[in-house]
């Protein structure tokens, strides 16, 4: 990690800059995958799933033997960890259920706001350097709750045809019953067009990598929504001299092994905890099994010495990062003055790995500076926010009038009829 200390606010852009992601050249070599499968659908699927994953398959749909035989492979204590996990996901995310309050803004008119589930959602599991079955928990946990009707779940099989089992556990106790062995763009063209055995969604959620991203964003402009825009993986950790060296450490290369382009950001204004911090991690990323990953992550990183805590709050929010860890004194007092981030990790034992696996909170977070104006995955996700109103035939007489003169003023004689046509039957 580079060290830069007491930048004046004229670099701070250069410095929290990203690993660039430039999708024209990844576009250009996605839309004709996506174009393949939307014309040939299956027969597209197997030619992309033999030339990418090195596999052929005759069927996509993972059977009930599959998911049995992946049970029995899944160890006791790793179920035991994932039942926790996804019953800690089910009650936070059930807290944000909303209720129909209705409103009568004057007498006669009264209007509401109703929640209804997005009828047909596709979660994209990756599979390839991680098997990710933590996201499996954190998608279709709300999106079961939200009450979605049909529910699909892509993801690559591995060389052998197979889905990893603790996939496939968390997708049957979560709810998910169709699951694909398609992964890459092949899987979101999939799910963004339907073929014979993949049916296609109205939004598809989940994390991938470039190629998956770029997919997603010819998805939305084929009218599939899609969660949220996507990059690397990155958290930023704001430490002072009550921080735990190893601590922080830790913290950073628990990102830094997402991938290669992942980034890290160390915010403090002590030079010594700093130096502690780079040291522990030359230490730690010594061990590491996917310490390579984790050293290339390291290159696109940073450690910022900063003059005083106005300052770093300053730099923090400026960043916007996905993940934030504040290992400070008071950091539940500082928590309350940050306005950009994806997800806040208060205090020193509070490691953004619980986040990401069992705490509760949703993994699935706006990257790349996308937390200044996008949330994470929420219940809210899942939904649609439909409006209602009932107005009375005095509630009109009331309003009418009004509208009327509005209508009149804006030019529009249709608008202002249809008013004025109730308005004399109710004189009648």
């Given at each position: ?20 992601m430039?999708?024209?050249?990844i576009?250009?070599r ?48 790793l ?8 019953e ?10 909303e ?15 109703k ?9 994209y ?66 799910m ?13 959620f ?23 825009p996507?990059g ?15 601590f ?19 915010v ?13 991690v030359?230490?730690?990323l ?11 992550a ?5 450690s ?17 990062a ?15 003055q ?13 490691p ?18 996308y ?8 219940l ?28 009149e ?20």
């Amino acid at each position: 990690m580079q060290v830069f200390k007491y930048p004046e606010k004229s670099e701070w852009a250069s410095l929290l800059q990203r690993p660039a992601m430039s999708f024209e050249d990844i576009e250009a070599r996605v839309k004709p995958v996506m174009e393949a499968v939307k014309a040939e659908g299956d027969k597209a699927l197997s030619r992309f799933t033999s030339q990418f994953d090195g596999v052929e398959l005759s069927a996509f749909e993972v059977t009930e033997e599959e998911f049995e035989e992946a049970s029995s492979l899944v160890s006791d204590e790793l179920k035991e960890s994932i039942n926790i996990a996804k019953e800690n996901i089910l009650v936070f995310h059930m807290a944000q259920k909303e209720g129909v309050e209705k409103i009568e803004t004057m007498p006669g008119v009264t209007c509401w706001r109703k929640s209804v589930a997005v009828q047909k959602v596709g979660l994209y599991i990756p599979g390839g350097t991680a098997p990710l079955f933590s996201t499996v928990l954190m998608l279709a946990v709300p999106a079961v709750i939200a009450g979605c009707e049909e529910l699909v779940l892509c993801t690559p099989p591995n060389k052998e045809g197979k889905v990893h089992p603790a996939i496939l556990f968390a997708a049957r106790i979560s709810g998910i019953q169709k699951v694909f062995k398609v992964g890459g763009a092949q899987a979101v063209a999939a799910m963004t067009y339907g073929t014979e055995t993949v049916p296609s969604v109205y939004k598809i959620f989940g994390p991938g990598n470039q190629y998956v991203t770029a997919a997603k964003q010819l998805a939305a402009k084929s009218g599939v929504a899609i969660d949220m825009p996507a990059g690397p993986s990155e958290v930023a950790v704001w430490a002072d001299d009550t921080a735990n060296p190893a601590f922080v450490a830790a913290d950073l290369l628990s990102q830094a092994e997402h991938g290669v382009d992942s980034q890290v950001l160390l915010v403090s204004t002590s030079e010594t905890l700093i130096e502690r911090v780079q040291e522990a991690v030359a230490e730690q990323l010594s061990v590491l099994p996917r310490k390579e990953i984790a050293e290339k992550a390291l290159e696109n990183s940073r450690s910022i010495l900063v003059q005083n805590e106005a300052e770093a709050l300053e730099l923090i929010n400026e960043y916007a990062a996905e993940h934030l860890i504040l290992a400070l004194k008071y950091a539940a007092d500082v928590a309350e003055q940050i306005i950009n981030a994806g997800s806040v990790f208060i205090g020193h034992y509070t490691p953004e790995a619980a986040g990401d696996y069992a705490s509760g909170t949703n993994h699935t977070l706006p990257t790349y500076g996308y937390a200044r104006n996008h949330s994470g995955v929420s219940l809210d996700s899942f939904y649609r926010k439909i409006t209602f109103q009932h107005i009375t035939k005095e509630g009109l007489q009331e309003l009418g009038p009004h509208v009327e003169n509005m209508a009149e003023a804006e030019e529009l004689a249709a608008h202002k009829n249809a008013v004025t046509v109730r308005l004399n039957a109710i004189k009648q």
